[in-house]
């Protein structure tokens, strides 16, 4: 059962191979009370409840049709002039549980779903003409709806030469391949490749149609759900019974995959996250922000999974531990790439605390990386990233470790508890954050204990993906002066605060409801700033791949607002020596260096790369594009290349362990062997050797 508790749920909390969400609902009669049940909960306990309007209905409707048909494949504009009747009519449709607006696009989908079914056997009846210049525009934002049949069957007929040119292009490399293996191999004809990739887009198409039938009347009333709840803010979601079931199960933290997040990003499957530990990271080829477009069981026949829905893409990905998978994937800078990962037993322990301890210039200094902020909410003696932090610092040291960098890159939040008990292992009594219910004051959240478990030299390290209850610990530490922190501009931006509500508590029904994830309250810096949308500024910035992507909570459909409160009372730490000019020689360094220069050129060519919207449909310039994406692509493989002059080694107490335990001691091998080729850790260790403490003060001694 999902239990009412506050936590600051993850940012990246979707569909995941970790924990296998699905989407498939049982179909549920009770439609109208849950619509009751809904309106109910929102308006009512939601931090900011939307006033049920001509406005909020306009938003709910283009969020439903945008779901519906991202790619506009299916509607006609006549489907959607009918439709924009209801356009300011759905908000008293809900109030009067009301499902006409509803009924009429569920049954205009089907309707259209069927008649597309019959489109592609034509179309793909006869060889397409690659000589043809032809563009397809993929910003289907600024793409108008088909007038007629005729004008969708030609959208459609674009969209199915793409498939069969990415096909055709792969086969005709293979082709090439061989032939430079063996001078010997005959090669097939370019008409004999081409019907090969055709009958491969219409196999796959024919396993599309038959998924989309799959998709039940619950699931697309979920949608319609979603696009109510998400209006209010974008971590408010209902779950449906059978994912708030799969949500139940993933709390024990173990199932065998490869260990990524997926989101589903119109038709594409897009990794969200990689978790710390996982075969993926360990392999190190798979990225955030990669598409996956095919799937290969060891050496067998790739499957399509663009258009598939996400928890059958998932059921294609994931599998038992020791079994080869095969992704071939859409780089971010449009590469495509062929990446093997063998499956293993993804398990929480892997998200985790652990520490590393660094060696430079024969000084010694702590890593610990804290993946999230974790906690048991129902055995409270189990283990939570508060007290395994606090064991971490006393081991670290036992080893006399000089300093501390916390690396909190891609953590997503976690227990808000939490959060407050690791501000309070580097502080004295104190303020740590501001939390406020709607209409009410803000309620200072403390550190209650003034024991302090490491009063040395501090940097915090972020990227644009930590978020949430990373940003509480964060921005407390640059409030108090406690650290210095190191990483990209700014923080995700998520200052708000979720909570998973059962909505079976509301009504006596035979039938499961589902659950509401909803955004309860926000949180604010000690300061009286907050991290909603401006995150936590970095004091020395870092450029990455990211920089200059659209990455962030200010990104995202209708996010609650900035705002400010007043200050708690706090004193700074003020104990460093050189804490200005450690962050200026740290400038002046990253200014200079080489490396960084083309990282910062590489996340201005990704980003350029991420505009071009339209896609050569003619073999040769199609060809040329990618040829010449690969060319500049190579610009930048020194990037790949870095190498660091630092050692990490495991913590003494670990090492036992790692004797005894071949599948920790790999996980630790290659989070070593990736922490001396991150350039941004380097960095991060420069500052940290540089930071003094004044005279009057010393290291914690054992």
Do not use: C
């Amino acid at each position: 059962m999902i239990k009412k508790f506050k936590i600051l749920i993850p940012i990246l909390l979707v569909f995941t191979l970790l924990f296998g969400y699905s989407t498939k609902a049982n179909n549920n009669p009770n439609d109208k009370l849950l619509l009751s049940i809904l309106k109910y909960v929102l308006t009512q306990g939601h931090y900011q409840p939307k006033k049920l309007n001509d406005e909020f209905s306009r938003n709910v409707y283009k969020n439903f049709i945008t779901s519906l048909d991202p790619s506009k494949h299916y509607f006609l504009q006549s489907d959607i002039d009918e439709f924009s009747k209801y356009k300011t009519d759905i908000d008293d449709q809900i109030k009067n549980e009301d499902l006409s607006f509803f009924y009429l696009v569920y049954n205009r989908l089907t309707q259209r779903i069927k008649e597309a079914e019959s489109y592609y056997p034509e179309i793909l009846a006869k060889p397409f003409d690659f000589n043809k210049k032809e563009i397809l525009n993929v910003d289907y934002d600024k793409t108008p709806y088909a007038k007629n049949k005729s004008e969708l069957i030609s959208i459609w007929r674009k969209q199915l030469k793409l498939n069969t040119l990415s096909r055709l292009y792969d086969n005709l490399t293979a082709e090439n391949d061989k032939l430079k293996e063996d001078k010997t191999y005959k090669k097939k004809s370019f008409e004999e490749l081409e019907k090969a990739a055709r009958s491969k887009t219409k196999e796959n198409m024919s396993d599309f149609f038959i998924r989309m039938h799959d998709i039940s009347y619950q699931d697309w009333f979920s949608t319609y759900l979603n696009s109510i709840a998400e209006d209010f803010d974008p971590h408010t979601t209902y779950f449906d019974a059978s994912v708030k079931k799969q949500f139940d199960i993933s709390m024990s933290g173990k199932i065998e995959g490869i260990g990524a997040r997926l989101m589903k990003k119109n038709d594409y499957t897009k990794v969200s996250e990689l978790i710390s530990g996982g075969p993926a990271w360990k392999e190190g080829e798979l990225e955030v922000g990669d598409i996956i477009l095919k799937v290969a069981q060891g050496d067998g026949e790739p499957v399509d999974i663009v258009g598939m829905r996400l928890d059958d893409a998932i059921e294609y990905i994931k599998g038992k531990k020791g079994t080869e998978v095969k992704l071939t994937v859409k780089k971010l800078d449009g590469s495509i790439k062929v990446i093997s990962i063998i499956r293993d037993v993804v398990e929480l322990e892997d998200t985790f605390v652990k520490s590393s301890v660094v060696t430079k210039d024969n000084r010694k200094f702590g890593v610990i990386n804290l993946p999230k902020f974790y906690i048991d909410f129902d055995e409270k003696n189990f283990r939570n990233s508060a007290t395994d932090m606090a064991k971490e610092i006393e081991r670290l040291k036992k080893e006399n470790v000089e300093g501390l960098v916390i690396d909190l890159r891609n953590n997503g939040g976690g227990s808000l508890k939490t959060a407050i008990e690791i501000s309070g292992l580097f502080i004295g009594k104190g303020p740590v954050v501001q939390v406020k219910y709607r209409d009410r004051n803000a309620n200072v959240k403390e550190d209650k204990s003034a024991k302090i478990a490491w009063d040395g030299p501090l940097v915090i390290l972020v990227n644009e993906l930590s978020a949430s209850a990373s940003e509480i610990f964060t921005a407390a530490m640059q409030d108090y002066g406690r650290a210095v922190i190191i990483g990209s501009k700014q923080t995700y931006g998520k200052g708000t605060v979720q909570s998973l509500l059962d909505l079976n508590r509301y009504a006596n029904s035979k039938q499961d409801l589902g659950a509401l994830k909803m955004t309860i309250q926000k949180f604010y810096r000690i300061n009286g700033g907050s991290t909603q949308l401006d995150g936590v500024r970095s004091d020395i910035m870092l450029p990455d791949k990211f920089t200059y992507l659209k990455i962030g909570e200010r990104d995202l459909e209708n996010p609650l607002p900035f705002d400010k409160v007043p200050a708690a009372t706090y004193s700074l730490w003020n104990n460093y020596e050189n804490f200005s000019e450690t962050i200026n020689n740290s400038k002046k360094r990253i200014a200079n260096n080489n490396y960084f220069k083309l990282i910062d050129e590489n996340a201005h060519w990704l980003k350029k790369t991420q505009d071009e919207t339209s896609v050569y449909l003619d073999y040769k310039d199609y060809k040329n594009e990618i040829k010449t994406n690969e060319k500049e692509a190579k610009k930048f493989d020194a990037i790949k290349n870095y190498t660091s002059n630092l050692t990490y080694t495991s913590p003494l107490y670990e090492k036992p362990l790692l004797k005894n335990n071949k599948d920790l001691s790999d996980k630790r091998k290659a989070w070593h062997r990736n922490l001396k080729k991150d350039i941004y850790m380097q960095e991060a260790i420069n500052v940290l050797g540089e930071l003094k403490l004044k005279p009057e003060l010393h290291l914690v001694k054992n």
